[in-house]
C-alpha cells in the first residue's frame, strides 16, 4: 500500500503571507505528483501538477518536488482568505490511472 | 464543456440494503474512478473502469461493486448496507487513453451517502 503524509494542519497564516504545505510519500518509483485544493462540503478541484524535481509555478502557485527526499509541497504566495480550504496532496501509480491521495492539510487565512 | 455529473447529489438509507449511484465523465474521457471520502479516511480509491472494463481496484469489499457502459457513463453499487459507508462517494474523469499517461483526474460534486 503506498503511503501519502501530509500534516492535517491546520496551518494559519495571515493575509498576503506565504503559505508552505508539504507531503511526502513511500514508494521512491513514484512520477506523478497532483495537489487539490477542497473547499468544505465541495469535491477536490485540480490546483497544479508536477512530473520533473525542481519547482513548477502557476500564478501565486509553486509546487516544489524532491524525487529523492520523497517530498511534494506546495507554495501560496499572497495568500488570500479564499484560498482557505483543505489541499490534498496526490500520486499517481507508474502505468496505471490509480491515485493515493493525503489526508489533506487544512489552511485557514485570517483577514 | 461540462464537468462531470453525479446523481443524485444526496441519499438516506437504511442498513441492509442496496444503492446505485451514477456518473457521467466528461465528454470525451474514458476513464472513470470512484472514491469513498470519510472524515476519518479521507479519500479512498474504490475502482476505476476505461472501455467498459474495470483497469483497477482498492482493498473494499466485495459489496462495493461498479460497471462502465459504452458511453463512459458508470454506475456504482453497494449492497448490504453498512452504517460504516455513510460517506461522499466521489467519480472522478480523465482522458487516459493508456495506463501510465500523465493525464490527471476531474471530479465530480460526489454523492452523499447517510445510511441509518
Known amino acids: 500500500q503506498k503511503e501519502v503524509e501530509q500534516n492535517s494542519g491546520p496551518l494559519s497564516v495571515p493575509e498576503g503571507a506565504i503559505a508552505s504545505l508539504n507531503c511526502t510519500y513511500s514508494?521512491?518509483?513514484?512520477?506523478?505528483f497532483f495537489w487539490y485544493r477542497q473547499y468544505s462540503g465541495k469535491s477536490p478541484e485540480l490546483i497544479m501538477f508536477i512530473y520533473s524535481n525542481g519547482d513548477k509555478e502557476d500564478g501565486r502557485f509553486t509546487a516544489q518536488l524532491n524525487k529523492a527526499s520523497q517530498y511534494v509541497s506546495l507554495l501560496i504566495r499572497d495568500s488570500q482568505p479564499s484560498d482557505s480550504a483543505t489541499y490534498l496532496c496526490a500520486v499517481k501509480e507508474d502505468n496505471f490511472n490509480k491515485f493515493y491521495f493525503g489526508s489533506g492539510t487544512k489552511l485557514n487565512v485570517k483577514p | 464543456k461540462a464537468g462531470v455529473t453525479q446523481t443524485p447529489r444526496y441519499l438516506i438509507k437504511t442498513r441492509g440494503q442496496q444503492v446505485t449511484l451514477s456518473c457521467s465523465p466528461i465528454s470525451g474521457h474514458r476513464s472513470v474512478s470512484w472514491y469513498q471520502q470519510t472524515p476519518g479516511q479521507g479519500l479512498q480509491f474504490l475502482f476505476e473502469y476505461f472501455s467498459e472494463t474495470q483497469r483497477n481496484k482498492g482493498n473494499f469489499p466485495g459489496r462495493f461493486s461498479g460497471r462502465q457502459f459504452s458511453n463512459s457513463r458508470s454506475e456504482m453499487n453497494v449492497s448490504t448496507l453498512e452504517l460504516g459507508d455513510s460517506a461522499l462517494y466521489l467519480c472522478?474523469?480523465?482522458?487516459?487513453?493508456?495506463?501510465?499517461?500523465?493525464?490527471?483526474?476531474?471530479f465530480g460534486p460526489g454523492t452523499r451517502l447517510l445510511v441509518l
Open positions: 514508494d521512491r518509483g513514484s512520477q506523478s
Open positions: 472522478a474523469s480523465s482522458l487516459s487513453p493508456t495506463p501510465g499517461s500523465g493525464e490527471t483526474q476531474y
